[in-house]
Protein backbone atom coordinates (compact mmCIF):
# COMPACT_ATOMS: atom_id res chain seq x y z
CA UNK A 1 0.00 0.00 0.00
CA UNK A 2 1.49 3.23 -0.50
CA UNK A 3 0.44 6.06 1.26
CA UNK A 4 1.52 9.95 0.67
CA UNK A 5 0.64 13.15 3.04
CA UNK A 6 1.33 15.96 0.91
CA UNK A 7 1.54 19.33 3.17
CA UNK A 8 2.72 22.84 2.41
CA UNK A 9 5.98 23.32 3.36
CA UNK A 10 5.90 26.94 3.44
CA UNK A 11 2.81 27.02 5.85
CA UNK A 12 4.27 25.41 8.35
CA UNK A 13 2.41 21.62 7.99
CA UNK A 14 5.36 19.78 8.31
CA UNK A 15 4.82 19.27 12.25
CA UNK A 16 1.29 18.05 11.61
CA UNK A 17 2.59 15.80 8.52
CA UNK A 18 5.31 14.36 10.63
CA UNK A 19 2.20 13.30 13.42
CA UNK A 20 -0.20 11.67 11.19
CA UNK A 21 2.94 10.00 9.53
CA UNK A 22 4.01 8.88 13.69
CA UNK A 23 -0.18 7.65 13.93
CA UNK A 24 -0.44 5.64 10.58
CA UNK A 25 3.03 3.64 12.08
CA UNK A 26 1.95 2.88 15.19
CA UNK A 27 -1.50 2.05 14.63
CA UNK A 28 -1.58 0.59 10.87
CA UNK A 29 1.88 -0.64 10.65
CA UNK A 30 2.11 1.93 7.35
CA UNK A 31 4.91 3.75 6.22
CA UNK A 32 3.91 7.04 4.65
CA UNK A 33 5.73 8.75 2.13
CA UNK A 34 6.11 12.97 2.86
CA UNK A 35 5.28 14.99 -0.25
CA UNK A 36 6.20 19.05 0.41
CA UNK A 37 4.15 20.89 -1.31
CA UNK A 38 2.55 24.77 -0.94
CA UNK A 39 -0.38 26.54 -1.84
CA UNK A 40 -1.98 25.25 1.73
CA UNK A 41 -2.34 21.82 0.43
CA UNK A 42 -2.57 19.03 3.27
CA UNK A 43 -3.66 15.68 1.47
CA UNK A 44 -3.19 11.87 2.38
CA UNK A 45 -3.47 9.79 -0.68
CA UNK A 46 -4.03 6.00 -0.44
CA UNK A 47 -2.51 4.28 -3.59
CA UNK A 48 -3.11 7.38 -5.80
CA UNK A 49 -6.50 8.15 -4.26
CA UNK A 50 -7.16 11.18 -2.20
CA UNK A 51 -8.36 9.70 1.36
CA UNK A 52 -8.85 13.32 3.08
CA UNK A 53 -7.32 16.53 3.20
CA UNK A 54 -7.83 19.66 4.63
CA UNK A 55 -9.52 20.86 1.66
CA UNK A 56 -12.89 19.20 2.89
CA UNK A 57 -13.26 22.41 5.53
CA UNK A 58 -11.34 21.27 8.44
CA UNK A 59 -7.82 20.02 9.60
CA UNK A 60 -8.00 16.23 10.00
CA UNK A 61 -6.39 15.40 13.36
CA UNK A 62 -4.12 12.25 12.63
CA UNK A 63 -7.17 10.29 14.41
CA UNK A 64 -9.09 11.12 11.41
CA UNK A 65 -6.67 10.47 8.86
CA UNK A 66 -5.68 6.97 10.57
CA UNK A 67 -9.93 6.03 10.21
CA UNK A 68 -9.75 7.63 6.48
CA UNK A 69 -6.54 5.24 5.48
CA UNK A 70 -8.03 2.33 7.18
CA UNK A 71 -11.69 2.84 5.50
CA UNK A 72 -9.57 3.24 1.94
CA UNK A 73 -7.69 0.17 2.43
CA UNK A 74 -10.88 -1.64 3.10
CA UNK A 75 -12.75 0.36 -0.03
CA UNK A 76 -9.75 -1.41 -1.76
CA UNK A 77 -9.79 -4.61 -0.44
CA UNK A 78 -6.53 -4.55 1.18
CA UNK A 79 -5.18 -5.88 4.71
Known amino acids: MNVEIEYCLPCGYRK???AAA????Q????SARLVPGKGGVFR?????KEA???ARG???SPED???AVRNQRADDGLQ
Open 65 to 67: IVA
Open 52 to 54: ISR
Open 22 to 25: AALG
Open 27 to 30: QLGV
Open 16 to 18: RAD
Open 44 to 48: VSVNG
Open 58 to 60: YFP
